[in-house]
């Protein structure tokens, strides 16, 4: 259940986002609002006041280090390749040896 102290008459989708379209917070009131401008100057009004309430009251702070790099993804072709090289390396290490 909506708490009405910090929810201001938002309506919510199943994703649990602010519905513009069915939130009448946001429905459009031409007597009051002549213009546009107007109308945003409004809502800009009512949401400043809405973020100060929900914003914390103390700095929030990142600590840690960020995830370590993932290593390449071999490929079948890279591996098979690699694999080739070593026994060419690998066979003319005894050929050149033998001279």
């Not at 909506?2 to 459009?28: C, M, R, T, W």
């Not at 800009?44 to 280090?65: A, F, H, K, M």
């Amino acid at each position: 259940m909506a708490d009405p102290k910090v929810d201001h008459g938002f309506a919510y989708n199943e994703q649990g986002e602010i519905d513009i379209f069915l939130s009448p917070f946001y429905e459009l009131d031409w007597e009051y609002n002549v213009t546009v401008e107007r109308y945003v100057n409004r809502i800009v009004y009512c949401l400043t006041g809405t973020i100060e309430l929900q914003r914390p009251r103390t700095l929030w702070t990142l600590i840690g280090r960020p995830p370590a790099s993932s290593t390449p993804a071999s490929s079948p072709a890279t591996s098979l390749l690699g694999i080739t090289c070593l026994i060419v390396a690998s066979l003319s290490v005894p050929t050149i040896l033998l001279r």
